[in-house]
C-alpha cells in the first residue's frame, strides 16, 4: 500500500505537536498529570497497552482477558479500600464515568420497578464543593441538583447535608477528599444518617482513593464506615495509570446490578455494559493492571510517601509567605492558595497573580474562580496545586518559583472585572451587559471571545489567566459557560 505519508514523518509531526504541549513529566505541571517519577512505569504500561491494542474491551466473554484484568483490578481495590465480600465494581473510562454510574445506579434504585415504583424528579445532594462531574451527572440523568453552602475552607457542616436528606433524595455525595480544596468531607455521620434513611451514600475518593490508606491522620471514609454504599477511585490519578481507568465500586450486588445496562431486543447481538462506553480499549485497563501488580501495596504507600513530604514542604514553602495562605484544613497531595485576607492589602499576595507569576518561573499551578454559594457567601479565589511523586525532584526549584512570584506581585490588587471591561470595545461591553439579549448564536459568541482577546486564531492558553478568571467569576455563568462552549468549539473546527 502506498500511503499519503511516510509513517515516520507522521510521527515526527506529531513529535512536533507535543512539544507544545505543557510538559507531562519532571514536575512542571501541578495539575491534570500523575507522575510517578519512575521512567520504568511508563514503560511497562505502554507495553500493557501494546499487548492489548487490538482487543475490544466491551465483551470479556470474546476477550478473556478483560475479565481476567478487570476482576483483578477490582479485587485489589476492594481490599485497599476497606470492601468485604459484600462489595463488587467495574473499571471505568476515568473519574467522571464512575461518578456517572454511581448516580445512575442510586437514581435506578431510587425509582425501583413494579408496583412501587417512585415518580417524580430524585435530587442529588452534596456540598457545592462536590467534583463538577456530578452536576453533569444530574444533568444527564435528570436529578435536582442540591449543593449546600460550605464554610470558607471548603469544609461542609454534617448536620447541613444531614438536614436535606429526604424521601427524594437518591444520593448524597461526598468527597474524600475534595479537589478544589482537599476538604475532607463527614463521610461517618453522613453515610450513618444516609443509611439510617435508605439513601445512596457515594464517597468520591476519585483523586484521594490509591493514596489516601498510605495518608496518616485521615477520618474513616470507605467501606469500612457504615452507610457507605459506593466509592469511585481513579486509577489514572494516584494509580499511576495513563489516562482513561478508575473504578467504581459498589456495595451490595443486587444495588450493583442496577448500573448494568442489558438489551436482547434488537436484531444485533445482546447488550450489556456495566459502563456507558460500548466497544472500548482495553489499553488503560491493561495499563493499571500492570502498575498495580508492579507497585503492590508497599510500592503505592512508598510513593504516597513522597508526596507526604512534598506536600509538607510546599505547605512550609505557602507559610513562610507573607500574603499567602493554605485553605482550609487540607488532606491528602493536594492544596488550595489565597491570598491571606488579614495582612495589609499592601502585602497581600494575589493567589491568581500570583499563579500566572510562578508559571512565568516555569512550573503551571491551576487558577480557580471565586465563587458565590446560594447563601450569598463567596469562597475566595485560589490557585490549586496536586503533588506527586515527581515534585519531590523538583521542590527546590519549586520553592523557589512560589517565593520569588510572590515577591514580585505582592501588594497587587486582583484584577477587577471593571479594569477587564475597560479594555474592550463598548459593543462587546454591551453584550456582555446584557446576559437578556437569549441565547447567544454561534458568531456572536465567537465576536465576543475575539474582543476579549481569546479569539480562535489563539491556541493555548493566554500567558495571564488571571483577568480571564475575574471574568468567568463575575460574568453571568449562563454566559461564561457559553462563550466557554465556543472557544472548546472553534478550536476543533476544521480550517480549510
Ligand atoms: C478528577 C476528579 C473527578 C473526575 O475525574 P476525571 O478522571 O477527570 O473524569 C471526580 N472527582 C474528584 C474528586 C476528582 O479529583
Known sequence: MNFDHEPADILARLDQLRLADAPTHGGRVLSYVYDSGLAELDELAASAIRAVQPVNG??????????????????????????DEDVVGTVT?????????????ARDVWRGSGSTARTGTPRLLAPVTVHAAFQKAAHYFGLELDLVPVGPGGEVAASDLIARLADDVAIVVVSA????????DPVVEVAAAAAEQGIACHVDACIGGWVLPFWEDVEPWNFTVTGVTSISADLHKFGYAPKGASVLLQRDRDRQRAQYFATTRWPGYPIVNPTILGSKS?????????????LGTSGLAELAQSCARSTRAVRDVVDGIDGLRIVGD?????????????????RRVDAHHWADQVRAH??????????????????????HLTITPVTESVLGELSTAMRSAAEEVRGLPAVSVENVLATLPA?????????????????????LLGALGLGSASEGLPERMAPLLALIAALPAPLTERLLTELLARLIEPRN
Not at 512550573?363 to 474562580?369: A, G, S
Open 177 to 184: 477528599p475534595s479537589y478544589a480544596h482537599a476538604a475532607m
Open 93 to 105: 473510562t476515568g473519574g467522571t464515568e464512575s461518578c456517572l454510574l454511581a448516580v445512575k445506579t
Open 427 to 447: 459593543e462587546a461591553v454591551a453584550a456582555l451587559g446584557n446576559p437578556d439579549a437569549g441565547p447567544l448564536d454561534s458568531a456572536t459568541a465567537a465576536g
Open 58 to 83: 466491551l465483551d470479556p466473554t470474546t476477550f478473556t482477558s478483560v475479565a481476567v484484568m478487570e476482576r483483578e483490578v477490582v479485587e485489589f481495590a476492594r481490599n485497599l479500600l476497606g470492601g
Open 330 to 346: 487540607p488532606v491528602g497531595p493536594l492544596v488550595a492558595v489565597s491570598a491571606d485576607e488579614t495582612v495589609p492589602a499592601g
Open 362 to 383: 516555569g512550573f503551571l499551578l491551576q487558577l480557580q474562580p471565586s465563587l458565590v454559594q446560594s447563601d450569598g457567601t463567596v469562597l475566595p479565589a485560589t490557585t
Open 282 to 294: 482495553a489499553g488503560p485497563l491493561a495499563a493499571a493492571w500492570a502498575i498495580i501488580q508492579a
